[in-house]
């Protein structure tokens, strides 16, 4: 059960937000709990959750090691941070900042050599999935970014299924729609990767997820977990879909 803070909070806010979320969620055994704050927020988020199994992710990271790279933060900075999950790909980063399948490869490779687990993005915008072409870009975004790893660094990665047109509308994708995207994303892997490495593989969704529709969506087999904007900001909402 992944967080997804985009560009909110504080340092101060996010002790605060881990002051009232970490009491609710100590006895959340049943998953794993990630929260992805931005950048300035790492070392404060990573000792706020000391002692419990909460998680810190970054939201993104550079491809390469270190260098001219102005605006970007390396692996290894993310690390020494404490910080060991990292979003990939994310929809935003595809539609305003130049985000390609390619540059999704490096940066999923790029946090793999750190040791850090990508949780890589894919989906598909409004007028693909109008026009019909959903499978045909989950198909694409699949080849030319995560078919590109080794079947070692596959094993390592998780991949969230978010459809644009779903991210932050309050239109969220029905447990139905969501499960079919699911299992062509999981077709692709197996075809890549072969079925065991297919059924390990844990895919999240992502899209408007709220606690009064994480319970249908973690219903479908198919969905292994969820990947939440908007309500990991306020601690009871995102405790509360922790614990669906
Ligand atoms: P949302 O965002 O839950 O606010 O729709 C999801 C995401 O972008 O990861």
Known sequence: MAGNWKMYKTPADTIAFFEKFRPLTERSEHCEIVICPPFTNLAAAVDAVKGSRIRVGAQNIAWAREGAFTGEISGAMIVAAGATYTIVGHSERRQYFGETDETVLKRTQAALHSGITPIVCVGERLEERESGHTEAVLIRQFQNGIAGL???????????????????????????????????????????????????????????????NTRVLMGQPEIDGVLVGGASLDPVSFASIVNF
């Open 150 to 212: 080794t079947e070692a660094q596959f094993a390592k990665i998780a991949i969230a299924y978010e459809p644009v047109w779903a991210i932050g509308t309050g239109k969220t994708a029905t447990p139905e729609i969501a499960a079919d995207a699911h299992r062509a994303i999981r077709a692709q892997a197996r075809e890549k990767f072969g079925p065991q490495a297919a059924e390990a593989i844990r895919i999240l969704y992502g899209g408007s997820v709220k606690p009064d």
